[in-house]
């Protein structure tokens, strides 16, 4: 099956971005949407965006509108999440995952599958 790898995090300040990447075991993985997760200490995990096989489609979470940006190069097994004007709050693990169907997309954590084991992001104010 498929595994996912998250990378690209790290310590950055209020302000400041950040380039994460989701890479993929299999080219299966072009076939599935795929979407960012995170959980700050304390708090349950929240979706954060998804991008659709091709890439053409992406959903974000509204108070992540205008600030980060998913997309994905399905040549390179590479879903990315761009995440600029970083805030405290943004600080938390950072997830990707696949949706368990090919043709879904959705923003709930129990559609997906195929975990990484995360990337740690924080935001220092």
């Known amino acids: 099956q498929v595994q996912l790898v998250e990378s690209g995090g790290g310590l950055v300040q209020a302000g400041g971005s950040l380039r994460l990447s989701c890479a993929a075991s299999d080219r299966i993985f072009s076939s599935y949407a795929v979407g960012w997760f995170r959980q700050a200490p304390g708090k349950e995990r929240e979706f954060v965006a998804v991008i659709s096989r091709s890439g053409s489609i992406t959903y974000y979470a509204d108070s992540l509108k205008g600030r980060f940006t998913i997309s994905r190069d399905n040549a390179k097994n590479t879903v990315y999440l761009q995440m600029n004007s970083l805030k405290p709050e943004d600080t938390g693990v950072y997830y990707c995952?696949?949706?368990?169907?090919?043709?879904?997309?959705?923003?709930?954590?129990?559609?997906?599958?195929?975990w990484g084991q995360g990337t740690q992001v924080t935001v220092s104010s």
């Open positions: 995952a696949k949706t368990r169907h090919p043709t879904e997309i959705d923003g709930r954590d129990s559609e997906y599958d195929s």
